[in-house]
């Protein structure tokens, strides 16, 4: 396990070939094992492949040239993180009204399955990366509004999968859990 764990890297170049169903459906079961606050099963997922990955694209180009009006290098480049990425699965949690703990909860679960499904990625040969920040369109709310989510869910990953165009072999660099722990 802890060489699973230490070789699991965020991966974000992925070489032009899609991600078969069966390998997508192996991810989504990994997912619905992870741990959760009273059994509420608080995630949803939004597969997009071909056109809705397309509507995507859309919908983050015009966050970009919103967001940067004068910087179109780092629109394209941005951009490249999207369309060079055959699958794209918005994860999302449930929220539960007038319950903050059970929203965090929920978060909390939603994160779990997130890591379960990254770690079966690069199992089935599939590399990944967990994305939030702009393009990830996660602290945003064009990407909700393109996959229909409730407003009873909030986004919690933008999980970019492909085949892997990268190896990354420097080894992982972590603070020592000694540094990290006070022993009570
Ligand atoms: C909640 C969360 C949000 C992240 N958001 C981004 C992101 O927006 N863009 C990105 O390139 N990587 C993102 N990452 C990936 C991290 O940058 C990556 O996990 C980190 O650099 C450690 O590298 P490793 O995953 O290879 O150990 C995110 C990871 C997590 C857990």
Redesign the pocket.
């Known amino acids: 396990m802890l060489e699973a764990l230490k070789k699991?890297?965020?991966i974000?170049q992925f070489v032009d070939r899609e991600v078969e169903r069966e390998k997508i459906e192996l991810l989504l079961e990994a997912a619905t094992y992870a741990p959760n606050d009273r059994m509420r099963e608080p995630w949803h997922f939004y597969v997009m492949q071909g056109d809705s990955l397309k509507g995507y694209e859309k919908v983050a180009l015009e966050f970009l040239e919103k967001r940067f009006p004068t910087k179109p290098h780092l629109v394209e480049s941005s951009m490249k993180?999207i369309t060079n990425t055959p699958l794209i699965i918005a994860v999302t949690s449930a929220m539960v009204e007038g319950d903050e703990g059970a929203t965090k909860d929920n978060l909390f679960a939603v994160?779990s399955a997130?890591m379960s499904i990254w770690l079966m990625a690069e199992q089935l040969g599939l590399g990944m990366?967990?994305?939030?920040?702009?393009v990830?369109l996660?602290h945003d709310t064009a990407l909700h509004t393109y996959i229909g989510a409730s407003h009873q869910e909030q986004l919690v990953?933008t999980l970019c999968i492909g085949y892997p165009a990268e190896e990354?072999t420097t080894p992982?660099k972590r603070t020592p859990f000694s540094e990290k722990t006070t022993w009570l």
């Open positions: 699991r890297r965020a974000r993180a994160s997130i990366v967990w994305r939030t920040r702009g990830g996660v990953g990354i992982k």
